[in-house]
């Protein structure tokens, strides 16, 4: 994580900022977990740094764009205290597609924009540094960018039928640039609104006046209409850590919670023996994308994270024991976990291609991996 700082220019001034917002949202949560366990302050500045680092970059428009300044189109001085206020985006190396350009679907995913999932692990990250500092601003920041991000992705297609989501928007969040809808996108928006409304309550200052129950709502809707199953395993992992949450805030969930968890953990099960059965752990590691095993790798520590606190917190789950049952023999899947993490902490498997041209999400995602409080801990 020093190396991750010093290469991305967060703490070599010499160099050029390199930020990517899925990448820097875990680097956020690794040196808060950092901080936490060695005491020693250079991990919080580096979360604290990072964060105004991100906001300073991808919250003004791509430097390749005939537009400049703040994406909010805030000035500069209301920008400043309300960084989240346009969205964040997502940090690639190419401008935007224009809307004169035509689509092309593989170059897209080099294109900048905003990404839905890409926000929501920024809400998190901040609401990781309101609750290591008590900082009531940045639990701010990820309330106002959730109010954005829920304004402009979501939207009705025709009266009378529900609310959906645009997979990607473009900078200034004025128009799609991809029309259809992540399949996890919807819960990814109902656990991060649920984790921010209870954080929110720390803070009787903002908890008042930036309330997310109408989106909670939204997405609640949404999910009640889509199946979480895949067999993408980073896809799979997030799922695990979704449902984690979910558990982490038994005190917040109402009744259509507890069957949106047991449905998660029974497609979470699925998943994994799908995932199995495509064999892609046997693979060599040049055809193999590390970020996106890691991304199981972290979803597999719930597992027993999960079993224990609804064995401690038993009285408030209503349908403990089908929860049980699932759990029971999702921990047939964690040896998976140290299988991935051995694999890719070998240095040969580091050399391949598919690592280095992705070197800064893979060693950022290791790194949680083996430090995992920091993200998955509410």
């Known amino acids: 994580m020093l190396d991750f700082a010093a290469s991305t220019g967060l703490s070599d001034t010499t160099r050029k900022p390199r930020r990517y917002l899925w990448t820097d949202a875990f680097a956020v949560c690794n040196y808060l977990e950092l901080f936490r366990q060695t005491g020693e302050q250079v991990f919080l500045q580096l979360a604290l740094k990072l964060v105004d680092q991100v906001h300073e970059v991808l919250g003004r428009h791509h430097p390749d764009s005939a537009k400049s300044g703040w994406i909010s189109g805030l ?40 990404y839905f999932h890409y ?37 009705s297609p025709s009266v009378g039928e529900g609310r959906r989501m645009y997979w990607k928007m473009s900078i200034d969040l004025s128009r799609p640039l991809v029309e ?19 954080g929110a309550k720390r803070f009787p200052g903002i908890s008042h006046l930036i309330s997310l129950k109408t989106e909670i709502t939204e997405v609640r809707a949404m ?43 029974h497609d979470i099960e699925h998943s994994l023996h799908t995932f199995i059965a495509q064999n892609q752990l046997n693979e060599k590691a040049e ?84 430090t995992s409080d920091g993200y998955l801990q509410l």
Request: overall charge negative; charged content about 25%.
């Open 287 to 370: 055809y193999r994308l590390a970020f996106r095993e890691l991304g199981l790798a972290i979803g597999l520590l719930t597992i027993n994270r999960i079993l224990t606190h609804i064995e401690k917190h038993s009285e408030k789950f209503a349908n403990a024991t089908q929860l049980r049952a699932v759990l029971s023999r999702l921990l047939g899947f964690k040896g998976i976990h140290e299988y991935i993490v051995s694999f890719w902490l070998e240095p040969e498997h580091q050399s391949v291609k598919t690592w280095t041209e992705h070197a800064d999400i893979n060693n950022v995602m290791l790194a949680t991996t083996l």
């Open 75 to 114: 000035d500069e001085e209301y920008a400043r205290l309300h960084p989240t206020r346009g969205g964040l985006r997502i940090g690639k190396r190419l401008d935007e597609r224009q809307p004169r350009d035509a689509m092309n679907t593989s170059l897209e995913w080099e294109r900048d924009g905003q």
């Open 223 to 265: 999910c009640a209409r889509t199946g979480f199953a895949t067999a993408d395993p980073l896809g799979i992992g997030g799922l695990m850590t979704d449902a984690y949450k979910l558990v982490q805030l038994v005190n917040n969930l109402g009744p259509k919670e507890m069957d949106t968890l047991e449905v998660l953990l």
């Open 180 to 198: 259809s809808m992540g399949q996890h996108d919807p819960l990814d928006g109902l656990v991060t609104y649920l984790q921010l409304e209870a």
């Open 119 to 155: 926000l929501t692990k920024w809400m998190h990250a901040l609401y990781c540094v309101s609750r290591e500092t008590g900082s009531e601003i940045h639990m701010r920041w990820a309330l106002e960018l959730a109010r954005t991000a829920h304004g402009a992705f979501t939207y």
